[in-house]
């Protein structure tokens, strides 16, 4: 299943085709724009640093902007894929990840005979960074709390989501709800060339703290959705694991740090 969109950050126009793979793959990307390069494993060790998106590889290959495929991929619990990327960056589509549900779902997917090995939290682990916190609680299913708060927008405001992912609640709740900012906080990226895909088509943005997107939000808590969104995307770089995922304030950099040492824990855990 394929299609074609642009970058958020690069504008470039970007196709990108979704392949089945064999048991024990991962998920992987590769590029077909770079010849000979070797495919990029969705895997937290292989995060590089940037506070608006997650990037995989190194500085020469590498994928940006994986989370929202990444978060689809693992809301429908599919383990083994490789995707074909014609550029450095996936697609922003509307900002969501609806059009990734779309192409899952129309490709389908099929069981292979290796067994899903989903690992278990015993004991709490935590990792906090001044007014960002993030917990990972020893639970029977894999559930996800987060807590939004920006206190100079009353547009945004506090707000707070808890869902258990399933791939149903997944769609119905949260894989509609599209990246958002306070254009005052973007203008300077914008002016220095730094967005150049971005546009009211594929992002809420708060400006002089009102909604500028004439459709206005999706949902009236469509933010902190978007932040579990990103939450699932940035985890989905551990291998599958059961556990109460709490949060507050995160995003990207702290969601990576956070998952590197979840995935220490983990495995001493189950060692």
């Given at each position: 299943m394929s299609a074609t969109g642009v970058g958020l950050f690069n504008g470039e126009k970007v196709s990108i085709r979704l392949c089945p793979a064999k048991e024990n793959t991962?998920?992987?990307?590769q590029r077909t724009d770079l010849p000979d390069c070797p495919p990029i494993a969705?895997?937290?060790?292989?995060v590089q640093g940037n506070p608006r998106c997650t990037i995989i590889g190194d500085s020469k290959n590498f994928i940006q902007t994986v989370e929202h495929l990444l978060?689809?991929?693992?809301?429908?619990?599919?383990?083994?894929?490789l995707i074909e990327i014609s550029s450095c960056e996936v697609p922003i589509f509307d900002g969501s990840c609806r059009h990734f549900?779309?192409?899952?779902?129309?490709a389908g997917a099929c069981q292979l005979p290796s067994e899903r090995v989903v690992m278990?939290?015993?004991?709490?682990?935590y990792w906090s960074k001044g007014d960002i916190h993030l917990i990972a609680l020893p639970a029977d299913e894999y559930r996800l709390s987060y807590t939004l708060h920006y206190p100079h927008s009353t547009t945004i405001g506090t707000q707070f989501y808890t869902f258990v992912l399933t791939s149903e609640r997944f769609k119905n709740e949260i894989a509609s709800c599209r990246t958002f900012s306070i254009y005052e906080e973007i203008a300077p990226m914008i002016e220095k060339g730094l967005i150049k895909g971005g546009s009211l088509d594929n992002a809420i943005i708060i400006k002089e703290?009102?909604?500028?997107?004439?459709?206005?939000?999706?949902?009236s808590d469509e933010m902190v959705r978007h932040k579990i969104l990103d939450l699932i995307g940035d985890l989905s770089l551990v291998p599958p694991f059961l556990?109460?995922?709490?949060a507050v304030r995160s995003g990207h950099a702290s969601n990576n740090a956070f998952a590197k040492e979840l995935l220490n824990h983990i495995k001493m855990e189950n060692s």
């Open positions: 991962g998920i992987v990307f969705a895997r937290s060790e292989y978060a689809a991929l693992r809301a429908y619990d599919i383990d083994n894929a549900i779309t192409m899952i779902e129309e278990r939290l015993k004991k709490p682990m703290d009102a909604v500028v997107n004439p459709e206005g939000l999706r949902y556990g109460h995922v709490v």
